[in-house]
């Protein structure tokens, strides 16, 4: 069976995408939107019709089994998925590709590319999902290097060991985010990081990225998780400690979380987990003023109960999402938990809003599954 492969000139798979029916639905909505008169329709690039220059290097022998110069692994190693990269896309910009693109399967693999690439004066480039939107996968133009190496770590994808006790696990990086979640799932263990990148990117990204998830408060980023690294420089393995939280000098997973790959790849991780939630609670509240709403969102969080959720949406962007009706401020709350329900919590939140000026449907909150109906469903699908 043939791999799913992902758009070149997007986010998703290949045969995912609008259909002609709901791009004419959706050319006038944001035609008036942004006042333009009609929108030009770029059709996408394909891989065939773009030519890329040689690799300026050669594979050694030794690595031939986990390299590749493929024309369509090279294209879709040249980008992250900003808006300027898209723009250069679209306009057929493939001038800077990288000229090899490695995939280890273990971690010796990437010693011995690393190894090659310092012999070669070649550049490494770490590359998880490729949804960086900071030019961190793109090629450089350097006259320092030789050549580009991509080092991609999809095939290093696995949860390595659980520790139920401690609720913890050994991750590779390369490891996606459904696939994680996929892993621990049976256990009725979630790690419950979830960036808006979650389907197409992985575990060592969010680390060297410093990423950030959907949780409002408490545990926001990636680093309140992590426990322990095991990283690949070019000039040996570092493993940092999986020890409890002390003050003895600067951290060494510091050094590396938020480092945007400059010092080393992430190989594996020891990242703390939870259990799944099994109380949930969640709501919108409309706000007629947007600045009473802030107000609101402030008192909250200085309140100690810890929403889960607590997003506020201006009356513009609530529209665009489909969630909202123009003229109201929208705030987003949910409270979730695996021991205790939440009513107390979310009653005090709402009496807060309230006093705010907020409006909430108090029926709509006592439905099961209401966290994902109205316009917080509607908000969520956009997210997500």
């Known amino acids: 069976m043939p791999e799913q492969r992902r758009k070149l000139y997007g986010w998703g798979w290949e045969d995912e995408g609008l259909t002609s029916e709901e791009l004419k639905r959706l050319d006038p909505i944001w035609a008036k939107r942004l006042g333009v008169p009609e929108f030009e329709i770029t059709p996408p690039p394909t891989a065939e019709e ?7 290097i050669a594979i050694p022998s030794s690595l031939k089994d986990i390299c590749t110069t493929g024309h369509y692994e090279r294209l879709t190693h040249s980008y992250g998925k900003s808006f300027p990269d898209s723009v250069r896309i679209f306009n057929r910009d493939f001038s800077n590709p990288p000229d090899i693109v490695a995939l280890p399967r273990t971690e010796q693999d990437i010693v011995d590319v690393f190894d090659w690439c310092g012999s070669a004066g070649a550049a490494a480039i770490p590359y998880g999902g490729g949804s960086s939107v900071v030019g961190g996968v793109e ?44 892993q621990l799932k049976p256990l009725g263990l979630t790690l419950r990081h979830f960036p808006q990148s979650f389907e197409f990117s992985t575990i060592g990204g969010w680390i060297a990225t410093r990423s950030g998830g959907h949780f409002a408060t408490l545990h926001t980023h990636i680093d309140e998780l992590v426990e322990s690294l095991r990283v690949v420089t070019p000039k040996g393995v570092i493993e940092t400690r999986r020890l409890p939280g002390d003050g003895a000098g600067p951290s060494a997973d510091r050094l590396f979380i938020g480092s945007e790959g400059i010092f080393g790849i992430i190989t594996e991780a020891w990242m703390r987990l939870r259990k799944r939630p099994t109380f949930r609670s969640g709501t919108t509240v409309k706000f007629a003023d ?34 909202g009706d123009g003229r109201h401020a929208l705030l987003v709350l949910a409270f979730e938990s695996a021991g205790h329900p939440l009513d107390a919590w979310m009653n005090r939140t709402l009496e807060i809003c309230g006093d705010h000026g907020g409006e909430y449907d108090r029926e709509a909150l006592e439905k099961s599954g209401s966290h994902r109906e109205g316009a917080a469903g509607a908000w969520r699908n956009a997210f997500v």
Do not use: M, W
């Open 290 to 323: 947007f600045y009473k709403a802030a107000d609101a969102v402030r008192v909250i969080s200085q309140a100690g109960l810890y929403p889960a959720n607590c997003r506020l949406l201006d009356a513009q962007e609530a529209a665009n999402a489909g969630a």
């Open 139 to 182: 090629p450089p133009r350097s006259e320092n290097y030789r050549a580009t190496v991509t080092i991609d770590l999809r095939y290093l994808g696995e949860v390595l060991e659980i520790d139920p006790v401690s609720e913890a696990a050994r991750i590779q990086a390369g490891t996606y985010g459904p696939a994680l979640e996929a």
């Open 50 to 56: 773009i030519t890329l220059r040689p690799p300026r």
